[in-house]
């Protein structure tokens, strides 16, 4: 009986006219929600080990000539890997849209920490300055 090799499990996807496997089915946790940052660090990587990492850096090309049917093909393929790598009802968040930047941006104005903490330091820093009849909030609790 010959042994699988863990690699005949990864799906594989056409890029460019050549099939390869997915860098993300076995290397990325999925992302639930709650572990996106490190999500992110590892799709981060892990797109630019496979010189991908444009894709959710940059916009769609505005000329439809060109390298646009690589650009095209790569996104899609992007696209796909990411979608892998989110649980099903985040995957349903993010499925309508055109690129894997937006995918990108999307999940990350969604579910990245680092605006939330920022947003609430804001928010502690408004609360403290707030008065009322020139004194500070506090004195009122």
């Keep these: 009986m010959s ?10 996807f056409v890029s460019s006219g050549e099939m390869k496997s997915s860098p993300f089915s076995s290397l990325i946790t ?3 929600g709650s572990n996106y940052e490190m999500w992110a660090m ?12 444009h894709l959710i850096l940059e916009p769609e090309p505005v000329q439809k000539v060109g390298k646009y049917t690589t650009w095209f093909k790569d996104n899609s393929l992007v696209m796909v890997w990411i979608v892998g790598t989110l649980s ?18 999307s999940l ?7 605006r939330n903490e920022t947003r609430i330091m804001q928010l502690h820093h408004d609360i403290h300055q707030m008065r009322q009849d020139g004194r500070p909030l506090h004195t009122y609790c």
């Design 3 to 12: 042994e699988i090799s863990s690699e005949a499990n990864t799906s594989s």
């Design 42 to 53: 590892q799709v981060k990587r892990t797109l630019i080990a496979h010189d991908k990492e």
């Design 108 to 114: 990350a104005a969604t579910y990245s920490q680092a």
């Design 30 to 32: 999925k992302m639930n």
């Design 88 to 105: 099903q009802d985040i995957a349903n968040e993010v499925l309508h849209k055109e690129s894997a930047k937006d995918m990108w941006d």
